[in-house]
């Protein structure tokens, strides 16, 4: 599929909202993604997954790892269409890391994909990386159901994205609709 019909999977499934919104990385944007109305979808949820999964079918992945929340839905069904295991990666009690728990573990050397939903400024990824690093995983690259950075967030693993769009933000001192009033919704599932 396209980069526009990838986008058009978002818009139909109601997941693309406009409006005055406050992301996670306290950026305010005019643009906003509701991941978890395309991750309630198993339809939706399957077709891109198995998408994903193709970028990497040669890359030998042994193990799918994905961030909470969303993460963990992207990386069991990756790793279904790669048939391989997932685990997922919680947020440590720093809020600044990821760990994980429930008895998972990576051995030295294993291939390791990682996955997440939706990119803006890398956060979530860098924390999975460090995680999987630190268990001496050979990481094979990174998988994102949309790259809202326009590919301006870099990475020293190869990353693909299903769709890639340049969605603009702006520090709340700089954002066009504050100076309009207009109403700010807050999403996401970090705290400010």
């Known amino acids: 599929m396209t980069n526009d019909e990838i986008l058009a999977l978002f818009q139909e499934s109601g997941a ?4 005055h919104f406050l992301l996670t990385s306290g950026r305010h944007s005019d643009i906003y993604f509701e991941k978890f109305t395309i991750l309630r979808q198993p339809p939706y949820v399957e077709k891109l997954c198995k998408m994903m999964a193709d970028l990497f079918r040669e890359a030998n992945v042994e193990l799918v790892v994905g961030p909470t929340t969303g993460g963990v839905l992207i990386a069991y069904e990756t790793a279904k269409h790669l048939g391989t295991d997932s685990i997922y990666a919680e947020a440590g009690d720093d809020g600044k890391s990821r760990v994980f728990k429930r008895g998972f573990s990576i051995d030295p050397g294993t291939r390791v994909l990682i996955v997440d939903d939706i990119l803006t400024t890398g956060r979530s990824v860098h924390e999975v990386i460090g995680l999987c690093r630190s268990f001496e995983a050979e990481i094979v690259g990174l998988g994102l159901l ?3 950075s326009g590919g301006k967030t870099k ?3 190869p990353l693909k994205a299903l769709a890639t769009v340049s969605a603009e ?5 700089d954002c066009p609709l504050c100076a309009k009033d207009m109403p700010l ?3 996401g599932s970090r705290k400010q």
């Open 16 to 19: 693309m909202l406009d409006g």
């Open 169 to 173: 933000s702006w520090e709340s001192a």
């Open 155 to 157: 990475f020293d693993y």
């Open 185 to 187: 919704t807050q999403r």
């Open 146 to 148: 949309l790259d809202r």
